[in-house]
């Protein structure tokens, strides 16, 4: 079975420091990866994906995540967070069914 | 391009009253369509998929039911609402093809509380 594990459920950052957001899965084959960004009341917006190539993937709104094989682990990153991007943050593994983790709520500090 | 329609926003029913949430899809054909819930704090519980017109698959057993009368409208319903009902439902489509990449993407939902 698939499964997705977000360790932190919320953390705290000040604004235009460095962030990173942890995530483990377990698939049975090659993983399809996401992440997802949902404000208060939203629904979700795709961050970015990963399914092939190269372990360091771009998405949107100046985010990147690295998939790790060896460890299982697809985490989030931003080198300066802006005051917008507090929000809550959901990874997800699967194919036509995505299993979503419980989410990590971003604070940022001004 | 795609867009995803939810509605009602939000919806405040009593216990024991009937619901209808309704969700469509524009620009795109044939897409699989899915009702998620987020219970507060929590993450997101898939409750039904579909891949075409009349097929659902149920995810979680429970009081909930899904229809699909037409190729982008996707209808959860209940008889009877119970007070565990309440959270906020989420819409999804995605399109399977040689090259797809699997990702989903969500409506705006629909906050229900049951009273």
């Known amino acids: 079975a698939q499964s997705v594990t977000q360790p932190d459920i919320h953390i705290t950052v000040s604004e235009g420091a460095s962030l990173e957001l942890r995530c483990n899965y377990s698939?049975?084959?090659?993983?399809?990866l996401f992440w997802y960004v949902q404000s208060p009341g939203q629904g979700l917006q795709l961050l970015l994906k990963y399914f092939s190539g190269d372990t360091l993937v771009q998405g949107i709104k100046g985010f990147e995540a690295e998939f790790k094989r060896s460890q299982s682990s697809f985490n989030l990153r931003k080198p300066s967070v802006h005051w917008s991007d507090a929000a809550e943050y959901f990874c997800a593994v699967g194919r036509e069914k995505l299993t979503f983790g419980t989410g990590t709520r971003l604070t940022i500090i001004p | 391009s795609q867009t995803i329609h939810q509605w009602p926003a939000t919806l405040v029913q009593p216990v024991g009253s009937p619901l209808s949430l309704e969700c469509t899809v524009e620009?795109?054909?044939?897409?699989?369509l899915y009702w998620y819930r987020q219970a507060a704090g929590r993450g997101l519980q898939l409750l039904f998929y579909s891949v075409g017109i009349g097929q659902i698959s149920s995810e979680v057993p429970q009081n909930l039911s899904a229809s699909r009368p037409q190729d982008r409208q996707f209808i959860l319903s209940s008889k009877k609402l119970l007070l565990s009902d309440s959270g906020f439902y989420l819409c999804?489509?995605?399109?399977?093809?040689?090259?797809?990449?699997?990702?989903?993407?969500f409506g705006p939902g629909t906050r229900l509380t049951v009273t």
């Open positions: 698939y049975g084959a090659t993983p399809y």
């Open positions: 999804a489509w995605s399109v399977l093809g040689a090259a797809t990449t699997y990702e989903q993407y």
């Open positions: 620009g795109t054909s044939n897409p699989n």
